[in-house]
T-cell receptor, first 114, second 118 residues
Framework: DAKTTQPNSMESNEEEPVHLPCNHSTISGTDYIHWYRQLPSQGPEYVIHGLTSNVNNRMASLAIAEDRKSSTLILHRATLRDAAVYYCILRDKPIIQGAQKLVFGQGTRLTINP | EPEVTQTPSHQVTQMGQEVILRCVPISNHLYFYWYRQILGQKVEFLVSFYNNEISEKSEIFDDQFSVERPDGSNFTLKIRSTKLEDSAMYFC????????????????FGPGTRLTVL
């Protein structure tokens, strides 16, 4: 799996937007960019994923650079509940059908100040 | 919303004892996984399971570990002879099968079982 680089930690204030960066300069053409997060004392939770175009869902937005070597997870209005470790993970399109593991890095620990 | 459940939430055992961690994946999912997270460290993949057999396993998943889908709903992880270093949070996850036109999946994780080996 291609490697991603994220800042170890970030801090933001409640009700402000948060931009979480991820660098993946060795991304291949078939790698999907996935974001998961892990709230304190919980299992990881899917946030969003994309391939080339920017994506929006009810939780967040994903902005993907034109060259795909970086991406940014955007939380439009952070709440205290968004305090978590955020993981940027690259996943290749599987060659054959089958279970495909997630490879977690250290992620970015996001702190939200009230 | 359907969710992955795990039991027990906390298991305490003596070194050398066998433990079985249980998971109920989301009902229409076909891919199953176990991950673990040692306190303060990153989430690590252990094993994936599909069509009643192991798809992939990591170096951590040695002969002391086994997985089973004993019936249509449960997915279990057995550690035959626990060691102190097996103390960790163990997460079960499941995902739908990849269908035609769908190139990637979303994994849904359970709340975890905290295993403490004394």
């Amino acid at each position: 799996d291609a490697k991603t680089t994220q800042p170890n930690s970030m801090e933001s204030n409640e009700e402000e937007p948060v931009h979480l960066p991820c660098n993946h300069s060795t991304i291949s053409g078939t790698d999907y960019i996935h974001w998961y997060r892990q709230l304190p004392s919980q299992g990881p939770e899917y946030v969003i994923h994309g391939l080339t175009s920017n994506v929006n869902n009810r939780m967040a937005s994903l902005a993907i650079a034109e060259d795909r070597k970086s991406s940014t997870l955007i939380l439009h209005r952070a709440t205290l509940r968004d305090a978590a470790v955020y993981y940027c993970i690259l996943r290749d399109k599987p060659i054959i059908q089958g279970a495909q593991k997630l490879v977690f890095g250290q992620g970015t620990r996001l702190t939200i100040n009230p | 919303e359907p969710e992955v459940t795990q039991t027990p939430s906390h298991q305490v055992t003596q070194m050398g004892q066998e433990v079985i961690l249980r998971c109920v994946p989301i009902s229409n999912h076909l891919y199953f996984y176990w991950y673990r997270q040692i306190l303060g460290q990153k989430v690590e993949f252990l094993v994936s399971f599909y069509n009643n057999e192991i798809s992939e396993k990591s170096e951590i998943f040695d002969d002391q570990f086994s997985v089973e889908r004993p019936d249509g709903s449960n997915f279990t992880l057995k550690i035959r002879s626990t060691k102190l270093e097996d103390s960790a949070m163990y997460f079960c996850a499941s995902s739908e099968a990849l269908l035609w036109g769908k190139d990637t999946d979303t994994q849904y994780f359970g709340p975890g079982t905290r295993l403490t080996v004394l």
